[in-house]
């Protein structure tokens, strides 16, 4: 605010004349904005910039003829006074002041009532947008949980009709493995009677019909057990890919009744649950991994890959069935003709034996030296333990020689000479003796093969009629060469 007035010695201090004055400067009203601010208050951010229009400004005031002959009188008016009086402001300006105050309070009244009915108008539609999104999420959560029930539902009745196949396919596998088990005893059994037939001495040993015979079972035998070990090894690679498709299917399944738990936590959830809270920042984090289609194409692809698994293993489970009828009838038909072959070689070989005679008096002489010259190595080699015994009992007694005493002297030298020579001498004998033993089994068989045709033919019925037939008595009936024990 600015103070106008005059000095102590102004005109206006003395007696009261009559002077032209000019007419003080009209006031002009501060023009008022209406109109809404989004950070101001109406009426308030152009208050500051309204002023009284006080300005009284000293008038050029028209010098009295006689103002010269009062310029010596003092004042009448105290100097404090006259400038309290000239620093109010008009009549004027206080009425303006007023109807400013009175428009910037209405003009403040009018927007905030403006306001508070856009605020609670936005409260409503606000309310209501967010109570429409809440209630559509949590549509759309129930309708997830319909899908992963539905999903579940499916998994399900896959997973029990894969486990069916699993133990099917496990049980056709136990099948093989018991078939493969009782094909081994005749293949034990024919691969015996071909031992035994190698024990055929001369011309007895022929390659006849009957070994043909068990030569055919054999193989037979053997490619019939290899093929069910190859189906059973498929089997179980096959089971192995099931079990693959299982686990997949329960972890789906794991996952899906994870995700339903956390769905239907999510579902039951409301505004007055004690569960809840603020996670700021979660709805800028994106940790998915999938979209609905490729959600649910993954578990429609586990289930057609369970489908296909099932579907390789019914294929198994047939083949074996099949496997099993064609096996079962070769090895019963091939076991009978090889008996049959036996039956006749056993009545040729009993004709021979009848019209057969040897001689067995060198050979048994032979025989007979041999064994006695067994007889005098083993005595020879006993002879010779005695004398070792005495020679390395010398040498360990020599051993407790105190210090300088154990000295390696002549004596030493023949004793550890002498104990080398014996065990040499015993290491000839022993192989002379092996060698000898080995002389009378040939000996032996010389004597069966060349000198006694008849005991030949007699081995020979041994070997077929005694030791073959004996165990060709009896065979794997057919529930059991088809795995059913």
């Known amino acids: 605010m600015e103070f106008l007035g005059t000095t102590q010695t102004a005109s206006y201090c003395g007696p009261k004349k009559c002077c032209g004055l000019t007419s003080l400067p ?14 101001y208050l109406p009426g308030y951010r152009y208050l500051n910039s309204w002023r009284p229009s006080l300005f009284y400004k000293i008038s050029n005031v028209q010098t009295c003829p006689d103002e010269s002959s009062s310029t010596l009188r003092p004042p009448t008016t105290l100097p404090a006074l006259r400038s309290a009086l000239f620093s109010r402001y008009s009549p004027h300006d206080w009425d303006q002041s007023n109807q400013l105050q009175v428009r910037g309070a209405e003009a403040s009244r009018l927007w905030a009532s403006r306001l508070t009915d856009d605020s609670v108008r936005l409260l409503q539609d606000k309310d209501q947008l967010t109570q429409q999104m809440q209630q559509g999420t949590t549509r759309n959560l129930g309708q997830r949980l319909s899908d992963i029930g539905f999903w579940k539902s499916e998994l399900s009745y896959e997973l029990d009709r894969l486990l069916t196949e699993n133990q099917n396919l496990e049980t056709v596998k136990r099948r093989l493995e018991c078939a493969a088990n009782e094909v081994n005893c005749p293949l034990q059994v024919a691969l015996e009677c071909l031992y035994h037939r190698e024990k055929r001495i001369g011309i007895d040993l022929v390659h006849d019909n009957v070994e043909k015979n068990l030569i055919r079972e054999v193989d037979l035998l053997k490619c019939c057990e290899q093929q069910m070990r190859k189906l059973a090894q498929r089997i179980d690679l096959q089971m192995r890919d099931n079990r693959d498709a299982q686990h997949a299917l ?94 006749a070689h056993i009545s040729e070989v009993t004709d021979v034996k009848n019209k057969l005679q040897t001689q ?18 083993e ?64 000996l032996v068989m010389t004597k069966c093969r060349l000198e006694h045709e008849l005991a030949i033919k007699a081995n020979t019925l041994c070997i077929d009629k005694e030791k073959c037939m004996g165990m060709r008595k009896t065979f794997p009936c057919t529930p059991r060469l088809v795995g059913h024990t």
């Open 250 to 343: 329960e972890r789906d399944l794991e996952d899906k009744s994870s995700a339903q738990c956390i769905d239907e936590k999510c579902f039951n959830l409301r505004n007055t649950s004690d569960c809840i809270s603020f996670f700021h920042g979660m709805e800028k984090i994106d940790g998915t991994i999938s979209v609905p289609e490729t959600w649910a194409k993954f578990s429609n692809d586990n289930i057609k890959h369970s489908q296909n698994m099932r579907a390789d293993s019914i294929r198994l489970r047939e083949e074996a069935e099949h496997l099993f009828e064609t096996l079962s009838d070769q090895m019963w038909r091939q076991f009978t003709d090889t008996n049959l072959a036996f039956n």
């Open 360 to 377: 067995l008096a060198k050979t048994l002489q032979e025989v007979f030296q041999a064994e006695n010259t067994i007889m005098l190595l």
């Open 26 to 39: 009209a006031v002009q009203a501060p023009v008022i904005q209406e109109c809404y601010q989004p950070y």
């Open 379 to 442: 005595r020879s080699i006993m002879a010779k333990e005695g004398p070792l015994k005495v020679a390395q009992t010398r040498l360990e007694c020599r051993t407790w020689r105190p210090n300088v005493e154990l000295c390696r002297d002549i004596p030493q030298f023949k004793l550890v000479n002498e104990v080398f020579t014996i065990d040499d001498t015993l290491q000839t004998l022993k192989l002379r003796l092996r060698e000898t033993q080995d002389m009378l089994q040939l």
